[in-house]
């Protein structure tokens, strides 16, 4: 074990006697850093004899994760469980998740957004900030400790940002009201130490550090849960949403097809398609939801087909993607945009009363 990882643990374990009454939180995206920062705190509370009077292991499922990285980091949670369930120390994992109306396919087949782009990313506020928010704001932020795998050698630019903020291992972050703290335990650690702490530190002993590092050999990185006020946005070389458009290409994920998983070919395929059609006029109206002329929502016909690409992307990969509380939902916004006459004189105005409406929930499904 290298002496940048033990000073890690002493010093993790010295926060936690600092801090052992704050409510601490955990934040596992499933990645490398994510899984060291898990590792480290654990091995500190064991090594202290030492553990907050509560943990929380917190997950962001956005709901459209690579698959293959969903899947590993979804079955190493059902483990860790039961894993941490022995350890009787006041620690918990809890699985986050936007609200209905604010999840990906339900902004882009219900309310007609189109797929984010630099100008317009929508989706990590929704999707992952605003989950965590939440989740913090119901307990007491200003006695709430985040432990996030930021690191200061990640990369050239992130290296640059944070040599203009404190030299410290904390920071600190508005939730609302108030003030949490964020702990960055892995700071200081460059990718071959994160790797030793990730294979050398033996708990959780279900996170299996061979599949996480055979995942990382021709794909790299992770995107985070919080994302800290100096750290960039998720960008190329990182796992991330298998729908993000607003990278050229998903590299992580092609990259994860030619070694192998050849599952992925059928979202990069729809992923493709849909970058495709975003700027397509034909399939957007003419006018914004404000009232300005310009490329506004998507067209009910074009949301259509989203959906019945969707159904067979579904049936293809056997997989779940829309949910039936998420096709409700469509099924209301489509309703919505669809009797409306109030608000687009060149959008839902111009559909003729005796236009075919058809709800997402009777839309051909054979997965569900």
Known sequence: MTDAVLEAIDNCQAEIRAHADADWIIAYSGGKDSTAVLKVFLSACRKGNLYPKSTTIIYCDTGVENPIIDHYVKSTIVAMRHELDSLSQNISIDILKSPVQDRFFVKIIGRGYPPPTNSFRWCTKGLRIEPVSNFISKRAPDNTVVALGLRRLESVQRDRSMK???????????????????????INLSVAEVWDAVFGLSEPKSISAIKLETLYRNASGECPVIRAPQAPPCASGRFGCWTCTVV???????????SGF?????FLYFRKWLTEIRNDPAMRWPIRRNGTSGMGPFTIEARKEILERVNKLEDETRTVIVDSDERGVIASLWSMDHFSRLSFKGGPSRLSASSTFTSPTTAPNTSQ
């Open 262 to 266: 050849s599952e992925l070919l059928p």
């Open 248 to 258: 050229r290409r998903d590299k992580s994920g092609e990259h994860l097809a030619s």
């Open 164 to 186: 203009k903020s404190s030299e410290s291992h904390w920071q600190k972050q508005r939730e609302g009201t108030g003030n949490y703290d964020l702990y960055l335990p892995i």
